[in-house]
């Protein structure tokens, strides 16, 4: 190694840090939004461009070449994954909540359909029940009544227009 080369590099070095290091960690600060992690990429981006001095590189343009090298390592931070466990999320005071409000209105719901089936015409009522009890195809509805698909479907059609009335006039029913 050579002494004068070696005091050279470190010249060069140690002015661009008191030129660029207060730049860079803005920018790095920018991209990161985290404190601590710009001062690392910017501390890291010096250590690797020493590294490429003392390997014999030749830096044409310094300002240029730190913000390449910092790119990276803030490239190469966004890559990281960042996974959470959920142990530590339960140390932290985390705790997962379970809302079955909206499952249980519409069973609910589902209930006084079914009931509400009852009230409809006769005709509509074993439509009803084998698309929306039994979840029946119309394929297998109209082969069990002995109709055509598109009778079935019509029915079915009139069938869920008349419900939503009844279902209407229960649901008004209860607000008085």
Known sequence: MDPNKDKQRQEILTSAHHEFEKKL???AFFKTHNHATSQDLVQDTFI?????????????????????????LIVDEYRKRKTTSLDVLL????????????RLFDFLDGKSLILLINKLPPKYQKVMNMKYVQLLSLEE??????????TV???????LEKLKLLYEESVGGNKN
Not at 153 to 159: I, K, P, S, T
């Open 25 to 27: 960690a803005m920018y």
């Open 48 to 72: 690797k461009t020493w590294n490429y001095l003392v390997k014999g590189g030749d830096i044409v343009t310094m300002k240029a070449f730190l913000y390449h090298i910092l790119n990276n």
């Open 91 to 102: 140390e932290k005071g985390y705790e997962p909540g379970i809302d079955d409000s909206s």
């Open 141 to 150: 509805m109209s082969l069990i009544l002995g109709k055509t698909k598109n």
């Open 153 to 159: 479907a019509v029915n079915a059609h009139r069938g």
